[in-house]
């Protein structure tokens, strides 16, 4: 049997829309075995999603049509602690799973770099894909050759990250969809500017820095109308020093702290007002996915 374990991803870290993620420690874990009644048997998630639509399936899939090989009779489980459109990359994580549990199924004859092409087809940009496959905080892009790059950045280690993820969920189409179609040259160059200070803010631990940094123009402040309650979050993370950003296209929300007693407060005030959502603390996971066989 195989299994693969694939991280949560954050993407877009408020100021590097659809090019920076950070890989999280929330996981999913899938099991990859040959199913002796000859046919794809998918469990752990709800039954519309045991069928040949199912993301892992077709991450599973696209690796043998990549090798020209037939798809055997697979049997899946999914356990996963990562919410559905919360902004925490759940897409992504299936796609990289199922590509993770076919290559490890065929000796591994793919790299990285290769898997990453093939999910960021699958998923439409690299910024989710390339942390869960990388780990950390990585910048990605498709490159004049159409080649996927990725740099990655360090993150500084005096930092605390807290997802807050409310009880409803956005979708990524519908969040994309209250985009405006064009930006003015100030605001790109106020979007250049914030995201080269962002990685470097990220990497020093200067939390005013990095507060200064996440000040996004592209599409937090068209998001923010979707996630209900964001204004109030917000005032908490202000009075705590928090910097706060849009996870993904939402719900979740990411807080950025640097002293544990102030994580611990954020989480006890959010907790206490918003007795129905989860508050969790996440450390950055430096690995991304992994795969054995067992
Ligand atoms: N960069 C993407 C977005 C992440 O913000 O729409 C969600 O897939």
Sequence with gaps: MIKVTVPA?????????????????????????????????????PVDFQNADNLVYKGFKAVCDFLAVPVPAVKINIQSDVPVSRGLGSSAVCIVGGLAGANQWFDNQLSNEQLLAIA???????????PAIYGGL???????????????????????????IPNFKIST???????????????????VSHSMLMTHAISTGNISQLGEAMDDRMHEPFRQKLINHFDRVKAICNQLAAVLYVSGSGSTMMAITNAPDKQQQLRLTLEDEFPEWTVKAVKVDNDGFKSEVL
């Design 9 to 45: 991803t954050s993407a877009n870290l408020s100021v590097g829309f659809d090019c920076i993620g950070i890989a999280v420690t929330m996981h999913s874990t899938f099991t990859f075995s040959k199913n002796p009644d000859q046919q794809l048997s998918i469990s752990g998630c």
């Design 120 to 130: 960021t087809k699958m998923e439409g940009h690299p910024d989710n894909v390339a």
């Design 138 to 164: 990585c910048m990605a892009f498709v490159d004049s050759n159409s080649q996927v790059q990725v740099v990655k950045y360090p993150v500084n280690d005096e930092y605390q990250f807290t997802a807050i």
């Design 173 to 191: 189409a519908d969040a994309r969809r209250v985009l405006p179609a064009e930006m003015s040259y100030a605001d790109v160059t106020h979007q």
